[in-house]
């Protein structure tokens, strides 16, 4: 919404750090579902869910779905891209099956060491939780398997985010002459606008 009103990156940025703020209370419903589910999984293990998910030859659908549509997400499409994918395809694939019950031990490099160069922001690990709710919705996944799979990637956020640089928003507004993000917006009219342009584009997705 705020790229519409051709917004500069920087107050963009500091919007985004600004909202998430309020994260975990907009998403308070989907967190006690998937507590639910996390606790399903640590009573219970893994095993079922490995099966549920059509085991090895499921897993394999998965992530070709995955990819399929991580590559075309334009928020996280430059990701995964290269002459290397393949590889780093079957090296994911094979740290998912591991973490969704599969009898195999993974033998890539740790998460925190792979992620250690780059700057994945919650909103991207955010859009890649949504692409494979997509794809395990492809493979027909029930509501409570994709519960499962969700709690189990969200395991995995730490180490993605490991080098996340954290924008210094007080430092920004200083340097914007102590103005606050509200002002930078635009003020009253601008933050109407971005609203008005953030729910019609929420309704059309």
């Known amino acids: 919404a705020a790229e519409l009103m051709e ?5 963009i940025q500091d919007a985004v750090d600004v909202l998430g703020k309020v994260r975990q209370e907009v998403t308070a419903g989907c967190t006690v579902r998937l507590e639910i589910a996390r606790k399903k999984c640590e009573a219970l ?21 995955l990819y399929e549509a991580m590559q075309g997400d334009a928020r996280i499409k430059h990701y995964f891209s290269g002459t290397k994918m393949e590889a780093v395809k079957a090296s994911q694939g094979q740290y ?13 490099r740790p998460l925190d060491r792979i992620h250690a160069v780059m700057t994945i922001s919650d909103f991207e690990f955010d859009s890649f ?9 492809d493979v027909g996944a029930d509501a409570n398997s994709m519960d499962e799979c969700v709690v189990l990637l969200e395991t995995a956020r730490k180490d993605v985010l490991i080098n996340r640089k954290r924008h210094d928003v007080k430092r920004t507004q200083e340097a914007a002459s102590a103005k606050s993000v ?18 019609t584009k929420a309704l059309e997705d």
């Open 182 to 199: 509200y002002e930078r917006l635009g003020g009253e009219v601008g933050v109407t606008n971005m609203v008005e342009n953030m729910y």
């Open 7 to 11: 917004v500069k990156n920087d107050v």
């Open 96 to 108: 998912l099956a591991m973490m969704f019950g599969a009898p195999i031990q993974y033998a890539g």
């Open 129 to 137: 939780l949504e692409c494979a709710q997509g794809a395990l919705r």
């Open 45 to 65: 293990g893994t095993d079922g869910l490995y099966e549920q998910l059509g085991a090895e030859s499921g897993l394999k659908v998965f992530v070709d779905k």
